[in-house]
């Protein structure tokens, strides 16, 4: 799958709009592995995709919100002094660096599923990156999001607030207007496995710092109660 176009994927998945309000299941693994094991660990390019919700209650996936959001999430991610990272993994072959997107892409897809941490397979071209440079951990770390258009949200919260009225309140479904969900993944090519992840979601604005912020504080606070 090395001729993968990045950005069909990402719309695709885009268009899925239950994958945004399903609740993640695998929030908060950590493994067995020691503090002490964890000294260091090479930092992968993360996966961000921001869409925009439209007519028809559509997520359009946006190059430019995208752009925007990769920026303040790589910012969050190089300020944490939690996580041991030691190092950035640069890729300059656009083939192998697509490879490596779409694996950190389906390992989000396997935390927001119902497959068990011990199920969810290494990344093969990840696993062989890290083994190259003989590293045994690598982050992995992913962002999506979206945001409503203001004509689209008032017709849904219009939409939610008649359904409310008639079924008299027992059924009530109004929009979020933003959503923001990240999640981090450390991958242990050493014993092939995952060695932590956590996964959090917000209704903040996917184009604030400050939502990245609170992200990263969730994100780590795990890793920070058990390793510290």
Same mark, same amino acid.
């Given at each position: 799958?090395?001729?993968?176009?990045?950005?069909?994927?990402?719309?695709?998945? *885009?268009?899925? @709009?239950?994958?945004?309000?399903?609740?993640? %299941?695998?929030?908060?693994?950590?493994? %067995?592995?020691?503090?002490?094991?964890?000294?260091?660990?090479?930092?992968?390019?993360?996966? !961000?995709?921001?869409?925009?919700?439209?007519?028809?209650?559509?997520?359009?996936?946006?190059?430019?919100? %995208? +752009?925007?959001?990769?920026?303040?999430?790589? +910012?969050? *991610?190089?300020?944490?002094? !939690?996580?041991?990272?030691?190092?950035?993994?640069?890729?300059?072959?656009?083939a192998i660096y697509n490879r490596?997107?779409?694996?950190?892409?389906?390992?989000?897809? /396997?935390?927001?599923?119902?497959?068990r941490v011990e199920s969810i397979?290494?990344?093969?071209?990840?696993?062989?990156?890290?083994?190259?440079?003989?590293?045994?951990? @690598?982050?992995?770390a992913y962002c999506h999001g979206?945001?409503?258009?203001?004509?689209? /949200?008032?017709?849904?919260?219009?939409?939610?607030?008649?359904?409310?009225? *008639?079924?008299? @309140?027992?059924?009530?479904?109004?929009?979020?207007?933003?959503?923001?969900?990240?999640?981090?993944?450390?991958?242990?090519?050493? =014993? =092939?496995?995952?060695?932590?992840? =956590?996964?959090?979601?917000?209704?903040?604005?996917?184009?604030?710092?400050?939502?990245?912020?609170? *992200?990263?504080?969730?994100?780590?606070?795990?890793?920070?109660?058990? /390793?510290?």
């Open positions: 799958m090395l001729g993968i176009d990045i950005k069909r994927l990402v719309i695709a998945l *885009l268009f899925f @709009g239950s994958f945004f309000a399903s609740c993640t %299941t695998n929030r908060g693994f950590v493994s %067995t592995v020691k503090r002490a094991e964890i000294q260091q660990m090479q930092q992968f390019e993360p996966l !961000t995709l921001i869409g925009v919700v439209e007519e028809n209650d559509r997520v359009a996936y946006s190059d430019s919100l %995208t +752009k925007i959001a990769q920026g303040l999430f790589e +910012k969050a *991610l190089s300020k944490d002094e !939690t996580l041991p990272v030691t190092g950035k993994i640069v890729i300059e072959d656009s490596v997107q779409y694996e950190i892409y389906m390992v989000m897809r /396997y935390v927001g599923g119902r497959v397979p290494i990344p093969p071209t990840i696993d062989s990156i890290l083994e190259s440079q003989n590293e045994r951990f @690598g982050l992995l979206f945001v409503r258009t203001d004509d689209n /949200y008032d017709k849904e919260f219009s939409k939610g607030a008649v359904i409310s009225l *008639l079924t008299l @309140g027992t059924y009530t479904r109004l929009p979020y207007k933003y959503m923001t969900q990240g999640g981090i993944v450390i991958v242990d090519s050493q =014993n =092939n496995n995952i060695a932590f992840l =956590n996964d959090e979601r917000y209704n903040y604005h996917p184009l604030k710092e400050s939502t990245y912020q609170k *992200l990263m504080i969730g994100l780590v606070r795990i890793f920070r109660k058990r /390793y510290y």
